[in-house]
């Protein structure tokens, strides 16, 4: 399973629906989403600042995270993004992986 991280503004139709229903309720609805794709919430944060929501989360693979995406933001309650996260074993890997890189030069 492949770990994320979301983070979402609520539009102003998003934000009347979480002062309706309660952060509890939209929670629920959250973990029921992914947990409908095959992946499990580790956590559900509310906050003010630059976003409204963070969700930490593992789903099945990319494919899936982007269908979560896709009908979460088409749905028009939240702007929100999923950030893929990386364990430290995998950038372990990756900065052993030969990489060959020319950068420009002026």
Same mark, same amino acid.
């Given at each position: ?8 503004? @609520?539009?102003?139709?998003?934000? $009347? ?5 309660? *952060? ?12 409908? $794709? *095959? ?37 028009? *309650? ?10 430290? $074993? ?10 060959? @890189? ?5």
């Amino acid at each position: 399973m492949a770990k994320f991280l979301v983070t979402a503004i @609520y539009t102003v139709p998003g934000m $009347a629906g979480l002062a309706k229903d309660g *952060g509890t309720a939209r929670a629920e609805v959250i973990e029921a989403l992914i947990e409908n $794709a *095959g992946g499990q919430v580790e956590a559900v944060y509310y906050a003010f600042g630059q976003f409204d929501l963070y969700v930490l989360c593992e789903v099945p693979d990319n494919v899936t995270a982007a269908a979560l995406g896709i009908a979460v933001r088409a749905a028009g *309650g939240v702007d929100a993004r999923i950030v893929p996260l990386l364990t430290t $074993a995998e950038i372990d890997a990756a900065v052993r992986l030969p990489v060959t @890189y020319q950068p420009p030069t002026p």
